[in-house]
């Protein structure tokens, strides 16, 4: 069974950093595609970053880019998300997710953390 956890979010000041932690147990980890997602009150669940699978090609939206890092450190079956320089519409409960596919962008996550509020003061 997949089991993801996730971990790190919290209630920051605007300009300030986060990083974000998942947890990942019961799949080949270094075959998966990764990806972090966030859903802010009222709005619809957007993409924020994402690396595929076998290639390694790492996406990120346009409103985190250059300000978000995805990583991984594969020997610990977890997965990250740096968030630096952070803005009050960064609030959004983050959730990660795995699946395969080697277009990041267009994998059917199957699996899904719990999720974690990350809250930006302005």
């Known amino acids: 069974e997949v089991q993801l956890v996730e971990s790190g979010g919290g209630l920051v000041q605007a300009g300030g950093s986060l990083r974000l932690s998942c947890a990942a147990s019961?799949?080949?980890?270094?075959?998966?595609?990764i990806g972090w997602f966030r859903q802010a009150p009222g709005k619809e669940l957007e993409g924020v970053s994402c690396?595929?699978?076998?290639?390694?090609?790492?996406w990120y939206a346009d409103s985190v880019k250059g300000r978000f890092t995805i990583s991984s450190d594969n020997a610990k079956n977890t997965f990250f998300l740096q968030m630096n320089s952070l803005k009050p519409e960064d609030t959004a409960v983050y959730s990660c997710a795995v699946g395969y596919g080697s277009v990041c962008t267009v994998v059917p996550y199957a699996s899904w953390g719990q999720g974690t509020q990350v809250t930006v003061s302005s």
């Open positions: 019961g799949f080949t980890f270094d075959d998966a595609a």
């Open positions: 690396r595929a699978s076998h290639n390694g090609s790492i």
